[in-house]
């Protein structure tokens, strides 16, 4: 007897966070379709390792999510690769530090398609490619529940309205489909985060360091298994909720 070959589709799956999600999708025995923006290169490599590593089928798919119609592309190639998903990480994420009396409507735009945008209507498009039990997980960020980042406004108001489409997106998809988020705090530092700023940071993180992509990885699986787990927003940042 044939027996379907669990896969999973992940938004932003090239680089940084999202390439260790899409990692530890194909580490559980997933074909995994890894849908990037502008990282051709690191998309075709890291699906070359993971299919050598772990001998799934790993795809690859371009959409710049600015695009209203990239959603339902992105959604139309995991149908042409797979027939049928059985998880959507929806990682993909802009975060651009702008002073408040800076931003644009351009800016402002483009964060919204693709911080809010974007993930509905990959739900959407990707609901009834969803095998019953299906699951969606959505990135948000720990920044949605703060209120010190005047040059983070977009990218904070965009991820707080997310918290608000998991619970009525996992309303609107239940029983067939659990839809929840995770919400990192800092687990893997910008590019341009200085030594002094990382140690200021960390003194409002009770458990006083940085996490690790693998931390975000671990959440992901937990609300894949967790069968009994819907609407919920799952902070991974070491519990500096408790001193905001």
Known sequence: MNV???TAL??????????????????RGYDVLVHHGQSPEAAASLAAQLMQEYGVRVEIVQGDLREPDAPARIVEAARGHFGALDVVVS???VMEFVAFDAVTPA??????AVNLRAPFFLMQAAAPLLRDGGVIVQM?????FE???????????????????????????APRIRV????????????????????????????ARSGTPDDVVHA??????????????LRVDGGRHLRR
């Open 147 to 173: 209120t010190l980042y005047p040059d983070l406004i977009p990218h904070q108001v965009t991820k707080a309205a997310v918290t608000t489409l998991v619970s009525t997106m996992a309303a609107a998809l």
């Open 10 to 27: 992940v938004t932003g799956g090239a680089r940084r966070v999202g390439a260790a999600i899409v990692r530890g999708m194909a580490s």
């Open 91 to 93: 990682s993909a994420s």
């Open 140 to 144: 948000s960020d720990h920044l949605a």
């Open 4 to 6: 379907a070959r669990r």
């Open 180 to 207: 929840n988020a995770v919400a990192p705090g800092l687990v893997l530092a910008p590019d341009h985060m200085s030594d002094a700023a990382l140690q200021r940071f960390l003194a409002d993180v009770p458990l």
């Open 107 to 112: 800016q402002w735009a483009h964060t919204e």
């Open 220 to 233: 992901i699986h937990y609300l894949v298994d967790a069968t009994y787990v819907t609407g919920e927003v």
